[in-house]
């Protein structure tokens, strides 16, 4: 079992920068490959980035590429993500999710990820 926290989210404005984390406890985190996702209202939970567990392969959907930063600190059982030039469009939920195997590593499907937080309210006024 993995129980993951995240915080950071926040209001900011367009252009701003926020940087979430999730906490991570239970089994060694530096065995699972991590992610996170973003659920806006009214609409599915989207992939948003992805990292394998050494942190080495880093994976991002292509709306935020250039803008947003995966990363991970396996002797802090932690997981961030940088998140800069922020557009409206960002706003969502943001949820951190664990896999259980290797093969998942870089996975943008949700099913892949058995182990998720209470996500964290992200919102960038225009």
């Known amino acids: 079992q993995v129980q993951l926290v995240e915080s950071g989210g926040g209001l900011v404005q367009a252009g701003g920068s926020l940087r979430l984390s999730c906490a991570a406890s239970?089994?060694?985190?530096?065995?699972?490959?991590m992610a996170w996702f973003r659920q806006a209202p009214g609409k599915e939970r989207d992939f948003v980035a992805a990292?394998?567990?050494?942190?080495?392969?880093?994976y991002y959907v292509d709306s935020v590429k250039g803008r947003f930063t995966i990363s991970r600190d396996n002797t802090k059982n932690m997981l961030y993500l940088q998140m800069n030039s922020l557009k409206p469009e960002d706003t969502a939920v943001y949820y951190c999710?664990?896999?259980?195997?290797?093969?998942?590593?870089?996975?943008?499907?949700?099913?892949?990820?058995?182990?998720w937080g209470q996500g964290t309210q992200v919102t960038v006024s225009s």
């Open positions: 999710a664990a896999a259980k195997s290797v093969l998942s590593s870089g996975s943008s499907r949700p099913t892949n990820y058995p182990y």
């Open positions: 239970g089994r060694t985190f530096s065995n699972y490959p």
């Open positions: 990292i394998n567990h050494s942190g080495i392969q880093k």
